[in-house]
């Protein structure tokens, strides 16, 4: 896949069909989305479109200052509907105009985790790479105002992935590309933390080590 140059719809695609086969979303759960370039506008995916079967006709561009349907270029956008949880989207971009892409799955191992009361350990220098931290969401209704604007104002402080209580994850990147890879992190990291947990040894589970994170990011810490 050509993130670089390849058209938006079909980077968001290829993320949809691999997240489907890598089991972090089934059927028609979880929703995309991409910033345009030099508009303002996103393309989403549609209501009930089914992650693994995305094809450009199965976005929706919206505008981001006033969530109305968008004209892209000479051609109109397919009349689709968005996905419900577009507020969502719309109030991340608003929050955080370094974000080009939003990915919301729903993961099974970050959801047990946090259905468990407890949080994703950052545990490999990639993880501290992709994620830096991974903070909680309280439960709000899904689809909703109210979601959309504590996880905005949640990630406002630079935070790029969030687990939404008993509902998902939505991860955010400058690129289509980036928040991929920090959506695989984002489950790698809740995979090693539920097997240290499961095997009784997740008081031994080792963070990331602290000179790693230090060439990262300075004196800031990797927080939870």
Known sequence: MNYVHGD???QLAFVGFDVVQAGLVAGSGGNLSARIPDEDAIWVTGGGSWMGRLSRATFAAVRI??????TVGNVPPPA???TSELALHLALYRARPDVNAVIHLHPQTALLLDALGEHIRIVTTDHAYYLRRVSTVPFRLPGTTELAALTAAMAADGTDCLVLSQHGCVVLGDSIEIAHKRARNLEEAAELTYRALAAGRLENLRDCPEEFLDRLYGSSAVTV
């Open 8 to 10: 938006l719809r079909d």
């Open 65 to 70: 200052s006033d969530g109305s349907p968008a």
């Open 80 to 82: 689709i509907e968005p």
